[in-house]
């Protein structure tokens, strides 16, 4: 069997049996893992990510996929020296002459959870063997920013600033750039038309980006891995269709959503019925950019997207930087049976490059198994090694809960597949517009 070392065991909140789904991924891994070689190695992957799943046990599917990822500081220190090496290997391939790495993060000052996030990402490029300084975008930072966080650490920022076509601190200009900064304000005009290599690019923020064009990117990823390991492909893939445009003030395009709402509902309810699968068809409706778990809702029927009150309609309207939502995306929802002391949780898996470096539990004790749950009052809980082995055991139960995590990473590398693929089409698109 071929080393599958990027792949942690780790303690899972989901006892009993490993369910069928889960069981034929670990069958099949030998397949999986040289599917995944070469798909990555004609698509590099990017520089790294996070992905929110849910697990129904009759479905295991990505909901949210994020290429600037915070919570870094949310990992288990344990795990650290997969994120050290899979960084050395990531900065490594995307500049082979970076001694140094520039960090580009959220201007947040007061946000502490997000800046002990920007320390941990710090610290592990370090442990990397780069030095690593953070720039700040933050207007009219005219000096370095020192920030005491509750760990007791300080964090510094400092102006960024840019000279001929390069950016930098100081006298700090380094090959890498990496953005910790999902672009939802727009482009920063001091990073247009650098020459540095930025990762991921900007084209991949949130001011150009859909997660539509990522769902669809993901759709053709797994069918081609259902037919390669023989599963259905709805299994792993959650319906998603865009919507719009749309005006939740005004109340505008409302009638093109709830039919599509009705659509989803009824393709979900005609394969629950098919399948035997007893439970109750709902859809996630958000808007199709964005992120922060904003302007998003459970609905199990389109009369709720009717009959929405005006709290509810000002809720839907806007999102990070208080843009307004004019494209919805309606997504199939997916159950989550996890549970962490009786909560409600869902794992978010961590990636640097191709590399699964660890991940943790997303809870929240005021929601249900249908609710979105990266919403105010939810909290963390670290994946840990269970045991020293980080590799699926032929030798031990193959119930046991550590190899539960592999499926996890698995559907999480399909997600960054399909990412790495929305890379390199906003990549050829850009030729193309140089080339005229």
């Not at 799943?53 to 290429?67: C, E, H, I, Q, Y």
């Not at 509750?150 to 601190?169: A, C, D």
């Not at 592999?406 to 597949?417: E, P, T």
Request: hydrophobic share 40%.
């Amino acid at each position: 069997m071929p080393s599958i070392n990027h792949v942690p065991h780790l303690q899972t909140a989901l006892k009993g049996p490993l369910l069928k789904l889960e069981k034929h991924l670990l069958d099949h891994r030998t397949e999986i893992e040289s599917w995944f070689r070469k798909q990555f190695k004609n698509t590099p992957a990017p520089f790294y990510c996070s992905v929110d799943l849910r697990n129904a046990g009759f479905k295991l599917a990505p909901v949210d996929t994020n290429l600037f990822p915070a919570g870094f500081n949310n990992l288990h220190p344990d795990l650290r020296s997969l994120a050290v090496h899979a960084a050395q290997t990531a900065v490594t391939q995307a500049c082979p002459i970076a001694d140094g790495v520039l960090i580009i993060p959220e201007s947040h000052t007061r946000n502490t959870f997000y800046l002990e996030n920007l320390l941990t990402l710090q610290t592990i490029l370090e442990s990397a063997g780069y030095e690593v300084h953070i720039g700040s975008l933050i207007p009219d930072l005219d000096a370095p920013l020192l920030v005491e966080l509750p760990s007791g650490n300080t964090l510094t920022l400092k102006p960024l600033i840019r000279k001929g076509e390069r950016i930098g601190v100081d006298n700090f200009f380094p090959c890498a750039v990496l953005l910790n900064n999902d672009l939802s304000g727009g482009r920063p005009e001091i990073l247009e038309g650098i020459e540095q290599t930025l990762l991921p690019p900007m084209d991949l923020g949130w001011s150009n980006r859909y997660k539509t064009q990522h769902f669809d990117h993901y759709s053709d990823v797994t069918e081609a891995f259902a037919k390669i390991i023989d599963i259905d492909q709805w299994l792993i893939n959650p319906t998603s269709i865009s919507c719009g445009p749309i005006n939740f003030k005004e109340r505008t395009g409302f009638e093109d959503l709830a039919n599509t709402v009705n659509r989803v509902l009824d393709e979900t309810k005609a394969y629950y019925e098919t399948h035997q699968i007893d439970c109750k068809p709902f859809v996630i409706v958000k808007s199709d950019s964005g992120t922060y778990g904003m302007a998003i809702m459970s609905v199990n029927s389109a009369d709720e997207i009717l009959n929405l009150n005006r709290k509810q309609r000002n809720k839907m309207a806007s999102v990070k930087e208080g843009l307004q939502v004019e494209q919805m995306l309606v997504q199939e929802g997916v159950y989550t049976y996890e549970t962490v002391n009786g909560a409600v949780a869902e794992p978010v898996v961590y990636m640097i490059g191709s590399q699964v470096i660890g991940g943790f539990y997303r809870i929240h004790t005021g929601k249900k198994a249908t609710d979105n749950l990266n919403s105010p009052g939810m909290h963390f809980e670290p994946l840990s090694f269970e045991e020293s082995c980080a590799l699926p055991d032929d030798n031990q139960n193959p119930d046991a809960s550590p190899n539960r995590f592999y499926a996890y990473g698995v559907i999480a590398r399909l997600a960054l597949l399909a990412a790495a693929r929305e890379i390199a089409v906003a990549k050829d698109a850009l030729t193309d517009l140089t080339d005229i």
